[in-house]
């Protein structure tokens, strides 16, 4: 289907065992050649807590979960044609970066 076409999953992470998928729709396009939606940013910080074999809580690897749930949730939605408005890829970044700077 269309929504299936334009719509990827990325980790924006160094290790794709740990991270949650984030969902990138086309619509989402980059707003300036400097623009990567935070997902640097993010990768930084996962890869942070790989180097230093951090461990993270069950909760925040239940929050984490839920962000990959959502964009899932998301997907189905729109295959089912509803009206509903997913977070972007940057607002999705965001809440994991600010979830994760809280550990």
Same mark, same amino acid.
């Given at each position: 289907?269309?929504?299936?076409? =334009?719509? =990827?999953?990325?980790?924006?992470?160094?290790?794709?065992?740990?991270?949650?998928?984030?969902?990138?729709?086309?619509? +989402?396009?980059?707003?300036?050649?400097? +623009?990567? =939606?935070?997902?640097?940013?993010?990768?930084?910080?996962?890869?942070?807590?790989?180097? $230093?074999?951090?461990? &993270?809580?069950?909760?925040?690897?239940?929050? &984490?979960?839920?962000?990959?749930?959502?964009? &899932?949730?998301?997907?189905?939605? $729109?295959?089912?044609?509803? $009206?509903?408005?997913?977070?972007?890829?940057?607002?999705?970044?965001?809440?994991?970066? +600010?979830?994760? $700077?809280?550990?």
């Amino acid at each position: 289907s269309d929504v299936d076409d =334009h719509s =990827h999953f990325f980790t924006a992470a160094s290790d794709p065992i740990l991270a949650k998928y984030k969902r990138f729709t086309f619509a +989402d396009t980059i707003r300036s050649d400097k +623009d990567d =939606h935070g997902s640097n940013e993010l990768w930084n910080i996962w890869r942070s807590i790989a180097l $230093q074999k951090l461990r &993270l809580t069950g909760d925040t690897l239940d929050m &984490l979960s839920s962000i990959e749930n959502d964009a &899932l949730a998301e997907l189905d939605i $729109q295959r089912k044609n509803t $009206q509903n408005k997913s977070l972007s890829f940057a607002d999705t970044v965001r809440k994991e970066i +600010d979830l994760l $700077q809280k550990k």
